[in-house]
């Protein structure tokens, strides 16, 4: 199962509007959408929201990297419906790699957009201290876009002082992570007692369900949520892209999909 962001307009409830780029370094969902065709039927789910747009915010600014612009977009157009005050900066490596843009020039809300491309002029760039340092009082902040492009975003917004309560993600994939020196552990499953060994090339979700413990999932590599499970004992070591900090620090949820075991043993409430 994969998951794609919105991208229409909130009110409109007749069809679901997606933005897929086709990546040839994808596990295949970015291509096989691009295989679609006119009239082909599809099984898909409600939409989730695991990135929420607090619409009493008295200034909103929007951050979107290359194709990230897709949740964003959906914002604007509710930002802009409830004529609240937000801006948006949409960064892509050169206008002709600029999704949307046809429909943004158009919008209602094209005044409060800033394109910034890689290969502009130096005038166009997005200078992020300035932005962050001069937004208005109790600002939130929307990020969107590459793994590398959103930390550098986020880590740009926590050195000038923003609370982790207003900076707001949504990754697309996770960053790689170092396996090398992975040791297995047990996870035991709270309802029954029973303990299931994580091999050391394992993840947790693969060892349960070969166990006969089945956990939701969707992602599977720590970015959309959808297998949060909590810890009642043990320390889990977070390699998810959907905790915050102060989430991880707590250390009494964890994404199986992905994360492991710091301790010996981690207990599920499951």
Partial sequence: ?????????????????????????????????????????????????????????????????????????????KLASLDRSFELHYCTRSLDRTAFSTRIHAASFAANV??????????????????LRHAPSATHLYVCGPSGFMNWALEGARR??????RLHREYFAAAPVDTSSDRAFDVQIASTGQIIRVEADQTVIAALSANGVTIPTSCEQGVCGACLTRVLDGTPEHRDMFLTADEQARSDQFTPCCSRSKSPKLVLDV
């Fill in 114 to 131: 800033k394109f910034h491309h890689d290969d502009g002029p130096q005038s166009q760039k997005l200078d992020l201290a300035s932005l």
């Fill in 1 to 77: 199962m994969r998951q794609y962001s919105l991208c229409n307009n909130p009110g409109e409830t007749h069809r679901y509007q997606i933005g897929v780029l086709r990546d040839t370094n994808s596990r295949g969902g970015s291509i096989a959408m691009h295989a679609l065709e006119v009239g082909q039927a599809i099984d898909i789910s409600e939409p989730k929201n695991h990135f929420t747009l607090t619409t009493d915010a008295p200034h909103s600014v929007l951050l979107a990297g290359g194709i990230g612009i897709t949740p964003l977009l959906c914002m604007a157009e």
């Fill in 160 to 165: 000038e002082g923003w609370p982790e309560e």
